[in-house]
C-alpha cells in the first residue's frame, strides 16, 4: 500500500511538474536502435506522455548496445549523461557507485512481477524499471525431428535418450543444434548452463557461478559437464560453431532449416516472425518448445532461466528524476504490459496476461506457457549472473571452447576454478 | 642604448624571432598538451589511482602493478601482440621486398600488378575483417572451398575458431593488407637508387642475386628498417581487426593488449580506470623499449653514401 500510495505521489509530482508554465525536456539514452517494434513502443509512450504533461519533451537517442555502454560510461563519469538510460540487471556497478535512483518509492511495484522486481533489487532499493524479460527455451523444427525419426517431447528428454537424438540426428545428416558465438558471449553456453542449473537446482546453481559456496569442483559440477561434453562430443553443433553468428544461427534454424534445435532466449519471435525474405520462419515451419536435456539425477529437472533483459533507469545526477520516474511509471501499466507483448512478442517484467492476446501469434503464446508450465526459475544467464574474471573465463571457455570441442572437462573445471 | 647596440638588437631579432616562432608553434603545441601530454600523463596519475565516478581518486600505490604482475589474460596478450609484431613486420617486408623487386623487373602487367597489391592497404580494418571473416568461414569460405575443390578437404578448419590457427590467420591478414604499402615504398627507394652505382656493378660482371645482395639491398637498408619499426607500432597497438573478427576468442588466443584494455575499461562492469591505465603504462613502457631496441638494433655505422 505505502508503495502504491508513494507512487501515485510520484506520478501526481510528474504531472504537477509537467503542467508548470516553463518547459522541460526529459533525455532518454537507449539501446535497440535496430528493433523497430521496440523503438515504436517506448516513442508511443513517450509520445503519449508528452500529451498528458503539456511542456514536456522527451528526447529519446537510439543507440546499438556496445557504442550506448562506452557514451555512458564517459558521461556518468563526468557526473553528466541524459536523465533515463537503458541497463541491464548486471551493470550492477552503477548502484554500487551511486550513479542510478533508488526507484523503490517511485514506481508502481504492484504492476510489476515480484521476480523482475528482485532482480534489480540491490542493498535496500529498486533501481531497474524492467521492460524486457525472458525465457531460455530449446525450440525444435517438428518437421525435421521427424525426418531424422526423433521426436523431442515439451518436457524434454533425460540422460542417454537426449544423446541418443542427438547422435541419431547427426546421423541423418541434418545439424541437431545451431548455435554459433560469432557475436554473442553467450549462445554456446546455453546447452551447459541448462544442465549445470539442473543438476545442481537454482541454488547451488547461483552459488556456483557467485564463487560462493560451491566449487566447480564439485562432483555433481562434474558430472553435468562430462553429461554437456557427451552431447557435444555426439555432434550436436555444426564445424562452424565459433564463426556462426547469432542471425547465422536464427536462419540456420528457422529461414532455411538445416538444424532441428535451437537453444534461445524468447526473444527468438523478434528474428522468426519477420517474412521469410527478411530472414523469419520459412512458411509452414513446424515449431515446437522443448524444455532441453535434462541430466540424470536432476536436483531441478523443471528448472528453467528467466531474465530480464533491457530496462530503464533514472540517472542519480538528473534534475527531473521525479518526472523520469513518472514516465517510467507511465509504462508500467497491464495494459502497456499486453501492448509490449503483442508489438514484441517477447515477455516483459509488467504484469501482463500472455493468454488475453489473439491473433496469429496466440498460439506461439500457449506454446511459451505450455512449456514454463510448472517451471522454476533462476533469474538471469551466466552472463547476467557473473563480473570480472570469472564472466570473462566463462565466456572464453563455457560459451565457446568448450562446445566447440577445443577442451575437455578438466580443462573446464581447472580454468573455472582458477578464475575466482 | 646608441644607435649601433639598437641596430644591432635589431639583427638579433631578425635571427631569432621569438614571436614568430612562438605564434606559429603555439597553438600546435596547445592541441599537443591537451589531447596527447595531458591524456599521457592523466593515464600515469590513473594508473596508481582507484578511480570511480562520485567518489575523490583514491591513491593505491603500485597495487595495480602488482595485480598484472600476477594477471594471466594480460600475460597471454602480451605474448599475443609480441608475437604478432615481431612475425608480421618480417613477413610485411620480405614480401613487399620481393613484389618490389617484380615491379622494378618491369615484369608484364607491372602497373596492374601494382594497383592490386596496393589496393588492400585502402580498406579499413573493419572491412577487411568482414572478407577475411568470410574467406575462413568453414562451410563456404573461400579457403576451405579450394582446399576442397584441389583434394585437400582434411585441412578445412573453422580458422578463426580454433586457438592453433587463429593468430597466425590474423597474422596473414595484417601482411596481406599491409604488404602492398611497404611494396609501394620500397619500390620509390629502389627507383631512386643512383644509376651509376648499378651501372658500375653490372661493369664488374656483378650477377643479378649478387647486384641485389651486394649493391640493392645495403643502399635501401634504411627505408626497409624504418618500414619495419613502423610496422612494429602498427602492430603492438593492433585493435580493429581483431574486435571486428574474433574479440579476443577463442581462449583468449587472438587476445591483443589493445583488446584486453578496451574489454577492462568498458566491458567488465567496473567503472574504474585505474587497472586500464596501469596496462596502458605498463604497454607504453614496453613499446618505447621496443622501438629504441631496434632503432639501436638498426643503427648504421658506417653511413652509406653515394
Known amino acids: 500500500m505505502f508503495r502504491r500510495i508513494t507512487a501515485g505521489m510520484a506520478v501526481a509530482i510528474g504531472l504537477s511538474a509537467g503542467t508548470t508554465a516553463h518547459a522541460q525536456e526529459l533525455t532518454l539514452w537507449s539501446h535497440w536502435a535496430d528493433q523497430a517494434s521496440k523503438v515504436e513502443f517506448v516513442e508511443s509512450a513517450a509520445k503519449a506522455f508528452e500529451e498528458a504533461n503539456p511542456g514536456v519533451t522527451i528526447k529519446i537517442n537510439w543507440y546499438q548496445k556496445e557504442p550506448l555502454y562506452a557514451a555512458l560510461k564517459t558521461a556518468l563519469t563526468a557526473g553528466q549523461g541524459p536523465d533515463i538510460f537503458y541497463a541491464e540487471t548486471s551493470q550492477t556497478e552503477y548502484m554500487e557507485n551511486d550513479l542510478v535512483m533508488d526507484l523503490s518509492d517511485k514506481l508502481n511495484w504492484d504492476n510489476i512481477e515480484p521476480w523482475a522486481t528482485d532482480v534489480w533489487g540491490y542493498g535496500d532499493g529498486v533501481y531497474g524499471f524492467p521492460l524486457e524479460a525472458w525465457t531460455v527455451e530449446t525450440y525444435v523444427n517438428s518437421a525435421l525431428a521427424k525426418k531424422a525419426g526423433v521426436e523431442i517431447p515439451v518436457e524434454g528428454l533425460e540422460g542417454a535418450a537426449f544423446v541418443d537424438a542427438v547422435k541419431k540426428i547427426a546421423e541423418a545428416g541434418i545439424t541437431p543444434m545451431a548455435q554459433g558465438v560469432g557475436d554473442r558471449p553467450y549462445p554456446g553456453a546455453f546447452l551447459t548452463h541448462d544442465i549445470l542449473l539442473k543438476k545442481l537446482g537454482a541454488d547451488d546453481y547461483a552459488s556456483l557461478l557467485k564463487g560462493k559456496g560451491v566449487k566447480w569442483t564439485d562432483p555433481r559440477v562434474r558430472e553435468a559437464l562430462e553429461y554437456a561434453k557427451e552431447i557435444i562430443d555426439a555432434g550436436a553443433f555444426p564445424p562452424s560453431f565459433s564463426s556462426i553468428k547469432l542471425g547465422e544461427a536464427h536462419r540456420y534454424f528457422h529461414t532455411s532449416p538445416g538444424a532441428v534445435m535451437l537453444q534461445m532466449g524468447s526473444f527468438y519471435p523478434s528474428r522468426a516472425f519477420a517474412s521469410p525474405d527478411e530472414g523469419g520462419q520459412a512458411d509452414g515451419f513446424e515449431l515446437a518448445i522443448s524444455h532441453g536435456p535434462i541430466p540424470e539425477g536432476a536436483a531441478c529437472a523443471k528448472c528453467k532461466t528467466i531474465a530480464v533483459g533491457g530496462s530503464y533507469v533514472v540517472n542519480a545526477a538528473s534534475d527531473h528524476g521525479d518526472l523520469a520516474a513518472a514516465f517510467l511509471n507511465s509504462m508500467a501499466t497491464p495494459e502497456m504490459g499486453n501492448k509490449w507483448l503483442e508489438a514484441n512478442l517477447v515477455q516483459t517484467g509488467i504484469k501482463a496476461d500472455p493468454s488475453a492476446i489473439e491473433g496469429e501469434h496466440a498460439a506461439y503464446f500457449q506454446k511459451l506457457a505450455a512449456a514454463n508450465e510448472g517451471a522454476t526459475y533462476t533469474y538471469g544467464i551466466p552472463v547476467q549472473q557473473m563480473q570480472g574474471a570469472p564472466r570473462e573465463t566463462f565466456t572464453q571457455t563455457v560459451n565457446q571452447a568448450f562446445p566447440a570441442g577445443l577442451i575437455g572437462v578438466d580443462e573446464v573445471i581447472n580454468l573455472m576454478n582458477g578464475a575466482y | ?306
Open chain 2, 1 to 306: 642604448m646608441s644607435k649601433t647596440a639598437a641596430s644591432a638588437l635589431k639583427e638579433r631579432d631578425h635571427a631569432n624571432p621569438v614571436g614568430a616562432i612562438t605564434t606559429f608553434i603555439l597553438p600546435a603545441l596547445l592541441v599537443y598538451a591537451a589531447f596527447t601530454a595531458l591524456p599521457v600523463l592523466r593515464t600515469f596519475y590513473n594508473s596508481t589511482h582507484l578511480i570511480v565516478p562520485n567518489k575523490p581518486s583514491e591513491w593505491v600505490g603500485f597495487t595495480h602493478y602488482t595485480a598484472l604482475w600476477s594477471d594471466q589474460i594480460f600475460w597471454k596478450a602480451v605474448w599475443n601482440t609480441l608475437t604478432w609484431a615481431a612475425v608480421a613486420p618480417v613477413l610485411e617486408v620480405v614480401i613487399a621486398t620481393l613484389l618490389a623487386l617484380c615491379l622494378y623487373a618491369k615484369v608484364p602487367f607491372s602497373r596492374v600488378l601494382r594497383v592490386a597489391w596496393f589496393t588492400p592497404v585502402l580498406m579499413s580494418y573493419v572491412v577487411v575483417g568482414i572478407l577475411w571473416m568470410w574467406i575462413y568461414n568453414y562451410e563456404w569460405g573461400a579457403l576451405n572451398t579450394m582446399l576442397r575443390a584441389i583434394g585437400l578437404g582434411a585441412l578445412a578448419q573453422p580458422w578463426l575458431g580454433h586457438p592453433d590457427t587463429a593468430l597466425a590467420s590474423l597474422i596473414a591478414v595484417t601482411t596481406w593488407m599491409w604488404t602492398g604499402f611497404n611494396m609501394v615504398v620500397i619500390l620509390a627507394a629502389m627507383s631512386s637508387l643512383p644509376s651509376e652505382v648499378l651501372e658500375a656493378a653490372e661493369l664488374d660482371n656483378c650477377g643479378w642475386f649478387a647486384k641485389l645482395w651486394y649493391v640493392i639491398l645495403p643502399l635501401i637498408r634504411p627505408t626497409l628498417l624504418n618500414l619495419v619499426v613502423l610496422s612494429f607500432i602498427g602492430k603492438m597497438k593492433v585493435f580493429d581487426l581483431v574486435w571486428v573478427t574474433t574479440q579476443g576468442n577463442p581462449l583468449w588466443s587472438t587476445e591483443t593488449v589493445s583488446t584486453y584494455v578496451y574489454k577492462r575499461a568498458f566491458q567488465w562492469s567496473t567503472f574504474d580506470l585505474g587497472y586500464p591505465s596501469t596496462i596502458a603504462v605498463i604497454w607504453f613502457v614496453i613499446v618505447l623499449a621496443g622501438v629504441l631496441g631496434l632503432t639501436f638494433l638498426f643503427r648504421q655505422k658506417d653511413r652509406l653514401e653515394y
